[in-house]
């Protein structure tokens, strides 16, 4: 018995419920969302301290952050979505950190600039310090795309499903990527999965900080 | 045949070079480090794109991220230093991503405004943001060193090393940690082991920001 907590449309929980629909096994979804400083329940706590959605619970076992969850799925039920030799393995866990630490945060605050800071200000010039944070790793993973479909080669995997899951702000944040062809296409062959729903439906606002150095503060 | 590029005193690839020293297997050291903006050879980018060390080479396996090669060799070469089972490794996949989403980025400004930074400016008002994003993912893991002495329970491994090797730029920032007592202990422990030196070395300086806006968004 798997139960996921977190709510798709406010959480990253919808990276893990993709997760699971690819893998077609049944799960309970717990459609839990904090707002900021609200008090966690204790028995959230217990599963994970941190307080954060998503969590998983398979069985008793209990995981946190988001891509580690996707990557247990993959290698415990996922067939050839998971890494098939201990060299896959690496890779999946090397994009996997590597979305984290290059691309997140900057497109995380791209995309609170574009659409979801409450009241919008399009014109924050902090947009371009992300653009530009964003412009160095794109062009990596746009020139490794342009040489295979898919991150691990010729097969769609949990590593595209990990890197998309991420990356599928720019979408929210509805940011061109034409200098990023490559990059483009794989993004949009994978959000287009049917099992990758939950992505497209993301529905909640940030509250606005009220200065520029504190939107950077943000994410940092 | 396994090679190491970056200079452990100037790159993350002290942390490589402390679970290689674990492993007791003998390996090649390139000592390379760029300055920003310094273009990198073509035969570098060839091994990884991003042009950053760590990068390994085992038999002509290319990886990067420092705690995506630590894993990997832990699980081909590390005995009971990697994980067990597949729960085990979920947990060192989880605690690595963990430490790189809640703890890098601000750790490191705060031990580039400590001791990193030239000219040093220690009054620096980011130190208290930096000290305030780190209060919360701090007080997790000592909640979970106080009920056990390794992240993953009685035993020393991988998930240790990645999160120590992280979390070691707190004694280069010279944090005070009275509030942590379990992490402190634990942190302690770790980096005490002679495998663990190239950490205790650090050697290099960065140029500091012009302004409080510049010097957050160099760590976003």
Redesign the interface.
Known sequence: MITLYGDPAKTRANRCSWMLKELEIEFSLEKLAFLPGQPKPPEFLALN??GKCPTLVDEG?S???S???N??LA??YGGVLGPQT??E???V??W???V???V???LL?AAAIRTLFTPADPSDEELE??LW?LA??WG?LN??LERQPFILGERFSVADINVASVMHMALIAELNMSAWPALKAWLDTCLSRPQAIDLLTVDFKVPRPKT??DI??M??
């Open positions: 301290p941190n076992f995981l946190f952050e891509l580690a969850i990557l247990y290698k415990k201990a060299e393995e690496a890779l866990t090397q996997s950190l590597w984290m630490a290059e997140e945060k900057p605050m310090l992300a944070k160095r790793p990596v020139a490794h520029p150095r950077i503060a994410f940092l």
